[in-house]
């Protein structure tokens, strides 16, 4: 059987590109959280939380790019249209994200707290430059 879009499925199908990456930014932050947390020294450093956090991280990085698709930045979306007029720079951005939450993954297996903060700030940093650059506030 042949499958047939109408213009309100295609908008539906848009419209569920922004409420995955919304999805994606709730699964990935409270293993952010707690990983920052322990960085931070504002918990004790437990080595398997970490490890599970981050694998959660790493994960979510690499699922967050694909719902950014063409003519997602529609409805509500803290998505800034530059996502869409430099995708060469987004997709780097995204790049960075995934290489750097693999990389905190592996520190966080390590079991070594002072690993895990080096991957974390790198990671973080990550996050923060696609943000200032590509979400609205």
Request: proline share 2%.
């Amino acid at each position: 059987a042949m499958l047939r879009y109408t213009t309100v499925s295609i908008m539906k199908m848009k419209a569920c590109r922004v409420m995955t990456r919304m999805w994606n930014a709730v699964q990935m932050k409270p293993a952010r959280n707690c990983i920052g947390a322990m960085a931070q020294g504002r918990v004790p450093f437990d080595a398997k939380a970490a490890a599970d956090n981050a694998a959660v991280v790493e994960v979510m990085s690499k699922l967050h790019w694909a719902a950014f698709t063409e003519g997602s930045d529609k409805g509500e979306t803290r998505a800034k249209p530059e996502i869409w007029k430099d995708a060469a720079k987004f997709k780097e951005a995204g790049d960075k994200l995934q290489a750097e939450a693999t990389k905190l993954n592996a520190a966080a297996k390590t079991g070594n707290l002072d690993n895990l903060k080096t991957a974390f700030a790198a990671t973080g940093g990550t996050c923060k430059g696609c943000h200032d650059n590509f979400r609205k506030d």
